[in-house]
């Protein structure tokens, strides 16, 4: 389960690049009920707020090249350490290491499957305000062209923990930050079924919201303009998820829980 302790290795930031900011503001806050404020020193960039506690960051895509897409940051104690680390594991430093005023030291990688993701050195800023609890980010998948190439690039880069549960008729690699335990468990690994392969979707983090009822959430993103990806099912011992669109383009996921045990 994710929390805020945050260690080395855990999910501790999440943004969103987006070509109209403004709009897409408009459609997480109507989403999720959250509340949009200009970040600190930077006039183009937000924070998104639940409950006066930060839950993720908003800011404009940087080139015409770039889409729509979220980020998940990892906690690192060096981000220059581990940008030498993902280049020596097969990835690319797509931009960094810099620091961000006096918040922290952030990278930007992709791995070698083609996923983008960054990580996150705390200074002033050690991470999100809330996890886990609803409208907040409550777990993390890559889903990639080839897992067994990703778990193999995330252990050496980050030294995280694999276990392989079953979930249906396949396995499913769930992945705990170095010396964590299963509560500490973030995210997982998994291959990108056929037909999503055929669709062209590629390698990628996704990013998954806790919220009270996600048949309700799916009602209300439509309204605003998302498309589904996957119709809500309910998953034995997970609890009931969907997979979305944002009217932009950046996927991303819904739960409501399963009760714990």
Sequence with gaps: ????????????????????????????????????????????????????????????????????????????????????????????????????LSSGRTTGCTDPTGADFAVWQPHDVRGLGTVTEPGSLCWTECFSIDAEAAKTFYRAVFGWQEQDVP??????????????????????????????????????????????????TIATAERLGATVRLPAEDVHGVGRLARLVDPHGAAFAVITSAPPG
């Design 1 to 100: 389960m994710l929390t805020t302790a945050f260690r080395p290795g855990a999910p501790n930031w999440l943004d969103l690049a987006s070509p109209d900011t403004p709009a897409s503001a408009a459609f997480y806050t109507g989403l999720f009920g959250w509340t949009s404020a200009t970040g600190p020193g930077a006039a183009r960039h937000s924070l998104f707020r639940q409950s006066g506690r930060t839950v993720a960051a908003l800011g404009p895509i940087t080139s015409a090249d770039d889409r729509a897409a979220w980020t998940v940051h990892f906690r690192t104690l060096d981000s220059d350490r581990t940008a030498a680390l993902v280049r020596k594991a097969g990835g690319r430093v797509r931009f960094g290491p810099f620091d961000v």
């Design 167 to 216: 979930l249906g008729l396949d396995l499913y690699t769930v992945l705990t930050p170095p010396g964590g335990g299963t509560a500490d468990a973030h995210g997982g690994i998994c291959p990108i079924p056929p037909e999503d392969t055929a669709a062209g979707i590629s390698s990628h983090w996704l990013p998954s919201f806790e919220v009270p009822d996600v048949d309700a």
